[in-house]
């Protein structure tokens, strides 16, 4: 099975987060696959594994330990910043890959 949602906790207050992101746990532990779209950094740190994009483009791909040793990042707001930095300087190869095999 295979889910996917866009930006699910968008307006929603920290308390009912915590909740939302309780469920997907237990989805995935069912063996669900769970696509999460998301602009807050934080969230997309509770992924298995993170793609971000800039102008539509796929720039980074790798877990979130992945990401912030590639990027020399302390959380996933600092690589956010550098891949966006990256981006401004027109740096537009993927250069950032996975570290695991899916």
């Not at 866009?6 to 992101?21: K, L, N, S």
């Amino acid at each position: 099975e295979l889910v996917f949602l866009d930006e699910p906790t968008g307006g929603v207050d920290p308390a009912t987060r915590r909740q939302f992101w309780e469920l997907i746990y237990q989805a995935a532990d069912q063996g669900i696959t769970i696509f999460v779209t998301t602009h807050y950094m934080d969230e997309a740190e509770y992924c298995d594994r993170i793609s971000m994009m800039v102008d539509g483009h796929i720039r980074a791909l790798d877990t979130p330990d992945g990401l912030k040793y590639r990027f020399n990042a302390r959380d996933m707001d600092e690589v956010f910043q550098k891949l966006a930095r990256e981006a401004q300087r027109g740096e537009h190869a993927f250069t950032h890959t996975q570290t695991e095999q899916p």
